[in-house]
């Protein structure tokens, strides 16, 4: 019994396309693997009141129609939808049905959303909370809070211009060494920051008194910003646990992007690293949106030089970049760019619309890879091994989902109905060919894959669970029909992605290389890279063939 989807996504998931921002667009709604739009026919207040609440926004200004933030394009999900405004998402309204409808995209549907946080909605106040106090910080607050006794004037500028001043005491700030190197005139204290940053500065210095500090989404990048001018380093110490708890907050990728742009200026690879990670495991996400064409140039290619990138295929790598080099002007994609694309990775009829004039030596490559058994190949694999390896492509056939809503009903119930058929254990099995290249297109291997919540269903498939969730994954059937010198030449590095919510991957690792079996043990609170604050967990096994030249 098979439920796949394109990405991972859950059937509901909303976003916004088209707007001036992240709090406006024209709504798209995913089913079925596919994203589509919605008419705009009965669409009013209430409809919109439903989107903006579960976008995580207090509610909607307006509703609008007649396709007001463009036309979309592909299926029509949804019309003629009656929303009392109370619905938790917009598929829980009354409607036909998914894709009945009598629009085109000229009457597609769109909102806008009051800014601010849905107090309803988790993690829409998500904070995070240093002390490193020592003592009287509460005394010492209240000292900085009164503008008592002030013998210091600090300036807050934005462009040379001094915006607002704060009155501090020289003896507090001179207690912490670190602002003495990055200061050393004392009597001078300026701290230059963007208009937006402006009204944190007071938050910083209040630190340097109380030793404590509360950071929120739209204040992260500033206050580390402006620490990192002072030489506040407990703070930039704490940074990769402050990205990790905040990168996940924010679907529009704006912080996820300043967040990269701070650690390249600190010169913290590690840093880099815990943004990167995120941005790759998101990738479906990213090249979808605003943000994507906006980014800079060497974030684009840090990103393609990577092969932890969960996308649908390399095919939407290439679009993804052809819009992206469109946004900066650009006539073609830079040669240093177009060499990070892997185009042996790109299936074979993708290949073929692809246009000869601009791509003509990478469509030849890539069309080698697909006709050609291994031995002519083995060579170029082992010159350019990283071209020729799978990214972790979660389209259709290489990728199998248990999303949330059947883990649950099994977790509840202990069944779930599926195309009308009860269906008591989270195990399936699914066929992908051995290898991706076109030339074993008629060569299958079948999987076998599981969830187990219980230590009863691990011991029934003969595994035992040192914690739960886990998830297994092993081949089930192999077919012995390929030629005599591919024995041993291709293998497996197999992937676990994990949704939470239905809204971004938080967890991705490999399975162990072995026919016979292996498990991964999904992990929970602290041991999770990049939190997630709900139980509500997709998983996604991938496939990911490579050829081995040892």
């Excluded at 299958?444 to 669970?465: A, L, N, Q």
């Amino acid at each position: 019994m098979s439920i796949r989807w394109s990405t991972g996504f859950e059937d509901g998931y909303i976003r916004l396309a088209g707007g001036q921002d992240y709090a406006e667009g024209r709504v798209e709604i995913f089913h079925n693997g596919v994203w589509g739009t919605v008419c705009d026919d009965d669409w009013d207040i209430n409809d919109a009141h439903v989107v903006c609440r579960q976008l995580c926004f207090p509610s909607a200004t307006e509703a609008l129609g007649s396709a007001h933030f463009g036309n979309g394009d592909g299926n029509i999900w949804m019309d003629n939808l009656g929303c009392s405004g109370d619905e938790a998402n917009l598929f829980h309204c009354t409607f036909p049905g998914w894709g009945v409808h009598n629009c085109g995209h000229s009457e597609d549907a769109g909102v806008r959303c009051e800014n601010g946080p849905n107090t309803g909605c988790k993690n829409a106040d998500v904070e995070y909370a240093l002390d490193h106090n020592a003592s009287l910080s509460h005394q010492l607050g209240e000292l900085f809070d009164s503008g008592r006794d002030c013998d210091l004037t600090i300036s807050v500028v934005v462009d040379n211009n001094t915006v607002e001043t704060i009155c501090a005491h020289r003896v507090i700030l001179s207690l912490n060494s670190n602002l003495q190197t990055s200061q050393p005139d004392i009597n001078s204290l300026r701290l230059d920051v963007t208009y937006e940053c402006r009204e944190h500065a007071n938050t910083v210095i209040r630190y340097f008194y109380t030793r404590k500090i509360q950071f929120t989404l739209p204040s992260v990048y500033c206050i580390l910003n402006m620490a990192s001018q002072w030489g506040l380093t407990e703070l930039h110490n704490e940074a990769a646990s402050i990205f990790r708890q905040f990168l996940p907050e924010d679907p529009t990728f704006q912080s996820p992007n300043s967040f990269y742009r701070y650690a390249v200026y600190t010169g913290d690879e590690a840093l880099q690293e815990v943004s990167l990670r995120y941005l790759a495991w998101n990738c479906e996400t990213l090249i979808q949106s605003q943000v994507w064409t906006s980014l800079p140039f060497d974030l684009v290619k840090a990103l393609l030089s990577r092969s932890d990138l969960v996308v649908r295929n390399e095919t939407a790598i290439l679009s993804a970049l052809e819009r992206w080099a469109a946004a900066q002007s650009i006539t073609t994609i830079p040669e240093v760019l177009l060499k990070l694309v892997r185009f042996p990775m790109i299936p074979a009829e993708d290949l073929y619309t692809l246009d000869s004039s601009r791509y003509h030596a990478s469509k030849l490559q890539g069309f080698q890879f697909n006709a050609l058994p291994f031995m002519p190949l083995i060579s170029d694999v082992s010159e350019e091994e990283n071209v020729y390896t799978s990214r972790i492509y979660t389209g259709p056939p290489w990728s199998f989902t248990f999303n949330f809503h059947i883990f649950k009903a099994h977790k509840d119930f202990g069944y779930y109905t599926l195309q009308g058929q009860t269906i008591s254990t989270l195990t399936s099995d699914f066929q992908t060919p051995v290898h991706n290249g076109a030339y074993f297109a008629f060569h299958s291997i079948r999987w076998k894959t599981g969830v187990y919540s219980s230590d009863e269903e691990c011991t029934t498939e003969g595994f035992t669970c040192s914690s739960l969730p886990a998830v297994s994954l092993k081949i089930e059937e192999k077919k012995n029909d390929l030629p005599s010198e591919m024995e041993g030449r291709i293998h497996y590095s197999n992937k676990l992605v994990v949704m939470c919510e239905g809204r971004y991957v938080f967890h991705v690792e490999e399975f162990a290389a072995d026919d016979s079996g292996s498990l991964i043990f999904v992990p929970s609170g602290t041991e999770q890279v990049y939190p997630c604050h709900s139980d509500h967990f997709s998983y996604q096994v991938v496939v990911r063939p490579h050829y081995s030249t040892g």
